[in-house]
């Protein structure tokens, strides 16, 4: 009993099942008392597995009282082609029933074929019938040389089955492994030799059964898919519509067939060019090809998928039916070809529309996220230096759209958000949102809002992370993703607008199959950056500052040693956030401390016209000496006013009491435009005295 199951769970295709039946499989297994290893093992096969899965559902599998059993698993077995009744016939090596055999993709069965280039050969026209030849017309042999110049070249060999059948009990028929060492060019010559007697070159074939031929070239060692030299075709079939509307359906989707065969019953065999490179593309190839005409309404018989596939012979009878080829080097020319096709027919992108039917309904707008600024489903980026905060200040947005409260001022709406921590170790990530948490005095009642995923160690290029986020973030109803920071996966050349583009397009995936805002950050490209407009502060290209619809840059302010050591703490830092929207005008610029672990708003004005580091006047403000000049010319009457107490007032002791150099005292003189002039090392007024000013003039000329 415990064989039989096994034999029959090895010939079910784990990859084509879905997820309901494999879980079924392992409570069958499971049931009949198997351990949960033999289930993980026959799951390996197919690329779905992930390691521990088959645990974890294992030990969800409770028992029931209508439980399932091993006849689930001969089911599936027996939809494959598996014949309980015949395991004798079966360990002996022969094949499976004609439309299931060897549905594992690693199953015994080999093909072959290439479209034949000039030199090889193929004779055949675009359209050589269609289903309604009449007996009459078909020249048997004709057909098989066409078949052969189609699809295989003369040095290939090509597997093929005729008298070598066997039938089960219930009087089916049946193809074993046949014959695997004859060339393409040696059955050419035959047919030559024998014009009018296909059975001369292929040898005679069972009336009851007909006759079948592997689908690509084989290495004429054996037919298992190791043994296949080329992975350039594919076999179609459905048995489901009637053979004119098969034929119907495969011209309109412009399938590339190569041949198309009458298999002398309900079906038609296409043989469909993959132009696979090797095993693992020819798979996927397959997958996207019959998957597409299931979309389309088309059932196809998947035991087909292995590229080691028998298909039906042309140029054969079957119980008096012909099994005739229809067509050949129809639709696409080319695998390539026929998916520029369906991405063409089947493109998801917007209908055009004209704006007339807008003009009395506009369409809503989505809702503002954070008030003001960004909308939902829109893009934002937060650009400013290392020692801005960054990160804190977006792990304070999540909480504020979390909670609903106000972000720097501006009220956010309250939803759910992920926070995708690239950079911080996991632990330190979650023990800064609860600082926040307690600094902002703010009980976390909707904690639960925020979700985190931890990826420090396990970042991938944002192309390749944004397929496995959507699918993460998929049915928990977000409202925004906060991706931090992206230079952790950024592709490509930072400083390349070409490959920025396809980078900021990744964002755009996720607004538009999460329908979340997303919002990133990065940091300022090196050297001052306060003479700078906000937009240009961003590393990189400018793609940066143009692609996100919202774009808000934070800078550090210059802090006078009296503002530092009255009013803010002595570790906090003063930062002005400016703006550059899309969709809202732009915000006045906002003032604020960054006072571990938290931004607070400069409510009392402290930080109103102080300027950015980087700015000539922040070198004033940390430079005391340095003064406007309205300062400095009154700085200066002063000074001359207190020492001139004997009519004359020396350069030196104008350095002296202002604590200048000579060089400084000139400037000085000369930006007072005149009011002063120098003579013999001494400064006078010009009203109290009446040297003549060009002698002033020329004085002054020379101490310049």
């Known amino acids: 009993m415990e064989e039989r199951i096994l034999k029959a769970l090895h010939q079910i295709p784990v990859s084509i099942l879905t997820r309901a039946e494999w879980i079924q499989v392992g409570m069958a297994l499971k049931e009949e008392g198997y351990p949960c290893n033999v289930w993980d093992e026959w799951s390996r096969d197919d690329s779905r597995y992930h390691a521990g899965e088959c645990e974890r559902q294992w030990n969800s599998f409770h028992g029931s009282d209508r439980p399932v059993t091993a006849g689930t698993i001969y089911y599936l077995a027996e939809k494959c082609g598996w014949d309980p009744a015949d395991e004798a016939e079966a360990d002996a090596g022969t094949m499976r029933r004609d439309t299931c055999a060897n549905a594992d993709w690693n199953a015994a069965l080999p093909w072959g074929g290439e479209l034949a280039e000039e030199d090889g050969g193929s004779t055949a026209p675009t359209t050589i019938l269609t289903t309604d030849r009449t007996m009459g017309d078909w020249d048997p042999v004709l057909d098989f040389r066409t078949f052969i110049n189609t699809l295989f070249k003369p040095e290939e060999y090509i597997g093929y089955v005729t008298g070598d059948v066997w039938k089960d009990a219930d009087g089916k028929w049946f193809p074993k492994k046949g014959v695997l060492h004859r060339t393409a060019e040696e059955l050419l010559d035959s047919l030559e030799q024998y014009p009018d007697d296909l059975g001369a070159t292929v040898g005679d074939w069972k009336e009851e059964a007909g006759a079948w031929i592997r689908i690509n070239p084989i290495d004429g060692k054996d037919v298992r898919n190791e043994n296949v030299t080329r992975f350039d075709y594919a076999l179609v079939e459905s048995d489901t519509l009637p053979v004119r509307e098969q034929e119907k359906l495969f011209r309109e989707l412009e399938l590339p067939i190569a041949t198309l065969v009458h298999s002398g019953g309900k079906s038609l065999h296409a043989i469909v060019r993959v132009d696979a490179q090797n095993y693992e593309e020819y798979r996927k190839r397959v997958r996207f090809l019959y998957g597409y005409l299931e979309e389309k309404g088309i059932e196809i018989d998947r035991q087909n998928c292995n590229p080691s596939r028998l298909s039906r012979m042309p140029g054969v009878t079957r119980n008096g039916k012909r099994q005739y080829l229809v067509a050949v080097n129809i639709g696409k020319k080319s695998w390539a070809d026929w998916v520029d096709f369906t991405e063409g027919e089947t493109d998801e992108l917007?209908?055009?529309?004209?704006?007339?039917?807008?003009?009395?309904?506009?369409?809503?707008?989505?809702?503002?996220?954070?008030?003001?600024?960004?909308?939902?489903?829109?893009?934002?980026?937060?650009?400013?230096s290392s020692k801005a905060?960054?990160?804190?200040?977006?792990?304070?947005?999540c909480i504020a759209i979390a909670e609903g409260k106000e972000w720097l001022g501006f009220p956010?709406?309250?939803?759910?958000?992920?926070?995708?921590?690239?950079?911080?170790d996991p632990a330190s990530a979650i023990n800064r949102f609860?600082?926040?948490?307690?600094?902002?005095?703010?009980?976390?009642?909707?904690?639960?809002?925020?979700?985190?995923?931890?990826?420090?160690?396990?970042?991938v290029p944002l192309d390749k992370l944004v397929p496995v986020l959507i699918r993460r973030m998929r049915n928990r109803h977000f409202d925004a993703v906060v991706i931090d920071p992206i230079y952790k996966v950024i592709t490509g050349d930072e400083n390349n607008a070409s490959d920025m583009g396809f980078f900021c397009n990744q964002f755009d995936r996720i607004c538009s199959a999460t329908g979340c805002s997303t919002i990133y950050c990065?940091?300022?490209?090196?050297?001052?950056?306060?003479?700078?407009?906000?937009?240009?502060?961003?590393?990189?290209?400018?793609?940066?500052?143009?692609?996100?619809d919202a774009q808000l840059d934070m800078i550090e302010l210059e802090l006078s040693?009296?503002?530092?050591?009255?009013v803010a703490d002595h570790y906090a830092t003063a930062w002005r956030m400016e703006s550059?929207?899309?969709?809202?005008?732009?915000?006045?610029?906002?003032?604020?401390?960054?006072?571990?672990?938290?931004?607070?708003?400069?409510?009392?004005g402290f930080l109103s016209g102080l300027p950015a580091q980087g700015t000539a006047e922040a070198g004033r403000v940390r430079n005391p000496r340095s003064k406007r000049a309205e300062e400095a010319a009154e700085e200066f009457r002063t000074a001359y006013n207190v020492l001139n107490l004997d009519g004359k007032v020396t350069v030196k002791e104008m350095m002296e009491y202002m604590g200048l150099s000579d060089k400084t005292v000139y400037a000085r003189i000369r930006k007072?435009?005149?009011?002063?002039?120098?003579?013999?090392?001494?400064?006078?007024?010009?009203?109290?005295?009446?040297?003549?000013?060009?002698e002033s003039t020329d004085t002054l000329a020379d101490h310049e």
């Open 522 to 548: 990065h940091h300022h490209s090196k050297g001052s950056q306060g003479q700078k407009r906000a937009m240009d502060r961003a590393s990189g290209s400018g793609v940066f500052a143009r692609d996100p």
């Open 580 to 604: 550059s929207l899309r969709e809202f005008a732009n915000i006045e610029p906002v003032n604020f401390w960054f006072d571990y672990p938290v931004h607070r708003l400069d409510t009392e």
């Open 412 to 424: 956010c709406r309250k939803g759910r958000v992920l926070y995708v921590n690239l950079e911080i």
């Open 672 to 694: 007072l435009g005149g009011e002063y002039f120098l003579e013999n090392g001494c400064i006078h007024h010009r009203e109290g005295d009446s040297v003549r000013m060009e």
């Open 434 to 459: 609860l600082k926040i948490y307690e600094a902002m005095e703010m009980e976390p009642a909707n904690a639960d809002s925020v979700t985190i995923w931890n990826l420090r160690g396990h970042a």
């Open 350 to 384: 917007p209908e055009l529309v004209s704006l007339s039917q807008y003009r009395r309904q506009p369409p809503d707008l989505p809702e503002e996220l954070i008030e003001g600024i960004l909308r939902k489903g829109h893009k934002m980026l937060i650009s400013g």
């Open 389 to 397: 905060g960054k990160s804190f200040l977006l792990m304070e947005l």
């Open 561 to 566: 040693e009296d503002l530092q050591n009255n």
